[in-house]
């Protein structure tokens, strides 16, 4: 009798105790999942704050894209797609890497410009120039623009073509011309007439001047093929003068 009232009692305290342990537990395992949860908020917050100072500016990616060799950087069609905030940016990161003796000898802005879009692309290259020159004077910088501008027939017109090709005359950061499409016989002498003064007004180093994407239209093969020697016989004197490669179909 005694015994079996001992194990009533037992058996009791048991269940008594059974609501409190599994109280405990849960509040075990909600500090776990707690600690957890801390974790890896911890660790978010140092994802988000690692992203968060490498989350570079277009202009910063564009620097680290650029190609830098010998100290000298060169950053292609910046010109042209850049805004006032990236050349704001640019002067900055000039300074910084000045301030790090990460000393630049020259930036060269290097870009293909279509020649219907010359003269806003020229507008924006003498802003840039100005903006940037007083920054790079200041670090002993040279600054340098090399432009290849692109003409073509399905774009401009003859009359278009010979006005910006004048125009280039004023502009020794135009280091290549290229000429395409299509061209009648009288409008494309009139064209590289212009082209051959271009050549003959300043000894500017020429790196590339191309008339092979440049096709005469002509109502006989014959006739486009004396076109095009006449076009060549009228480039050949002034470029084998200035020592020019003029590139020809």
């Known amino acids: 009798m005694l015994a079996s009232l001992v194990a009533m009692l037992c058996l009791l305290l048991e269940l008594l105790q059974y609501p409190f342990q599994r109280h405990q537990k849960t509040l075990d395992d909600c500090a776990d999942v707690s600690d957890l949860d801390d974790s890896v908020c911890s660790e978010g917050s140092s994802v988000r704050s690692e992203c968060s100072s490498c989350g570079d500016s277009a202009i910063a990616t564009e620097l680290s894209r650029a190609f ?5 950087l060169i950053l292609t069609n910046f010109v042209a797609r ?6 704001l940016e640019l002067c ?4 910084q890497y000045h301030q790090n003796s990460q000393k630049l000898r020259s930036i060269t802005f290097r870009d293909i ?3 219907a879009n ?3 692309w020229l507008f924006k290259k003498t802003s840039l120039y100005r903006r940037v020159l007083h920054v790079a004077d200041q670090l002993n910088i ?18 278009a073509m010979i006005s910006l090709l004048d125009a280039l005359k004023a502009d020794a950061d135009v280091k290549s011309v290229v000429l395409s499409g299509s061209l009648y016989f009288r409008d494309a ?12 007004n300043d000894h500017r180093h020429w790196q590339t001047v191309s008339l092979s994407g440049l096709h005469f239209a ?3 093969p014959m006739d486009a093929k004396m076109a095009r020697k006449s076009c060549y016989r009228t480039l050949q004197k002034i470029a084998a003068q200035r020592y020019i490669s003029v590139q020809m179909q």
């Open 68 to 72: 830098l060799k010998n100290r000298r």
């Open 82 to 87: 850049s805004t006032s905030k990236d050349v």
């Open 92 to 95: 900055e990161l000039l300074e």
């Open 113 to 115: 410009v279509h020649g």
């Open 118 to 120: 010359y003269r806003r």
């Open 142 to 159: 040279e600054v340098q623009f090399e432009a290849t501008v692109e003409i073509c027939t399905e774009c401009m017109s003859p009359k």
């Open 189 to 200: 002498m009139c064209v590289v007439g212009a082209l051959r003064n271009l050549l003959a």
């Open 218 to 220: 002509a109502s006989r």
